[in-house]
């Protein structure tokens, strides 16, 4: 068997008082857990640090160049953030927003001449910039201007939009004339899917999360880049991952616990947006379910065994998924206590445990 694929299907009736089908001999390799992604998101990427700025010019033609130079400018395109990691792109279902982050400079040392207001503009698919109603970037003295930008409904009928962003400054109305003027940042640029629209197999695995998570988006992602060792994962920047080739691979596992893959994500889903959608809610979420999530056995009868890559959070996406569906074939093992139980509820009504 292909150590890349290898999986032990954990006995999750005998956790849950059901009957599972175990695999016929010879059959194909078991199936893969599904998990959220690291490296390929950005997950690992560091804390952003915006630029220094080197020493002030000198000399006459070095001030009069300086004195050209925008009072706030932006750093190039590469320094901007969506939702505090390190991608200038990403995959968001129809009826999601994003917080975009961009890094910023000035040439007039430890006391910059700050614009009144930075707003934020969008043009979809490559159509005209408009500001954004409701959305002001914040300037940070740390060097980053933020904005939680509104959810983005896609257009009835049409299956993706494109939608790109970027920040433009009020022009300042102090310091040299010459450097007074509007500027603007590189752009983030964000597809939406409208999931009304998905066929096939995005359908498939929509279907069983429509009502769970209906702002989600599903990304086939047929050469496991995204997914990497698993079969499905919860990626930062491409939505829920399915690699559809590996799952259907599996013929004898039960489409109920096929469709529970996407469900597993799901709950993955609302660990994110339930701590805000962003890189710092995601750690605070960490914390919160290692604090409840343990690695228990059942005191009533058998335990599905515990899995080398067992994390609370991955528990507590299997919780989560086995309160909603009893097709769920793949664990991580462990068992959901009542306290973990309830814990794994809060997510599917939008609230923290």
């Known amino acids: 068997m292909n150590a890349r694929r ?45 630029p220094v700025l080197g020493t002030p010019d000198v000399g006459r033609a070095a001030a009069s160049a300086s004195y050209r ?7 190039p395109k590469k320094y901007n953030r969506i939702d505090g990691f390190g991608f200038t792109s ?32 969008a043009r ?38 494109s939608v790109d ?12 004339r010459k450097a007074r003027r509007s500027t603007t940042s590189g752009p983030i640029t964000v597809q939406f899917d409208n999931q009304a629209m998905y066929t096939g197999d995005q359908a498939r695995f929509y279907a069983p999360i429509a009502n769970l998570c209906p702002q989600a988006s599903v990304t086939l992602d047929p050469t496991g880049t995204i997914t990497t060792v698993r079969d499905a994962a919860f990626s930062f920047q491409y939505g829920i991952a399915v690699q559809v080739e590996e799952i259907n691979a599996v013929t004898w ?20 947006t339930n701590w805000g959608a962003t ?51 793949r664990t991580y093992g462990g068992y959901c206590n009542p306290a973990e139980n309830a814990a794994a509820g809060l997510l599917w009504q939008g609230q923290r445990y």
Request: glycine share 8%; charged share 20%; with cysteine.
């Open 6 to 50: 290898r999986l032990t299907v954990a006995l999750v009736a005998a956790a849950m008082g059901s009957t599972l089908a175990t695999a016929p001999a010879g059959a194909e390799p078991t199936p893969r857990r599904a998990a959220v992604t690291s490296a390929a998101e950005g997950q690992d990427v560091p804390p952003l640090v915006a």
């Open 69 to 75: 130079r925008p009072l706030f400018a932006f750093w």
């Open 90 to 121: 990403a995959i968001r279902g129809s009826g999601s927003g994003v917080t975009f982050s961009a890094a910023w400079k000035t040439y007039r040392g430890t006391k910059p001449i700050l614009p009144k207001k930075v707003f934020v503009q």
């Open 124 to 161: 979809v698919d490559g159509g005209k910039w408009t500001k954004v109603s409701g959305a002001k970037g914040k300037i940070s003295r740390k060097g980053l201007v933020t904005a939680s930008l509104p959810p983005y409904t896609v257009t009835p009928g049409v299956p993706v939009q």
């Open 165 to 176: 962003y970027r920040f433009k400054t009020k022009k300042i109305k102090q310091g040299p």
């Open 253 to 272: 596992e039960s489409e109920a616990s096929k469709m529970a893959v996407a469900i597993h994500e799901c709950a993955h889903y609302r660990q994110f």
């Open 279 to 329: 890189r710092a809610g995601w750690a605070r979420q960490e914390k919160a379910a290692a604090a409840v999530f343990v690695p228990d056995d059942n005191p009533s009868g058998p335990t599905p065994p515990m899995q080398p890559d067992w994390a609370p959070l991955e528990h507590a996406a299997d919780c989560a998924t086995f309160l909603v569906t009893t097709g769920a074939e």
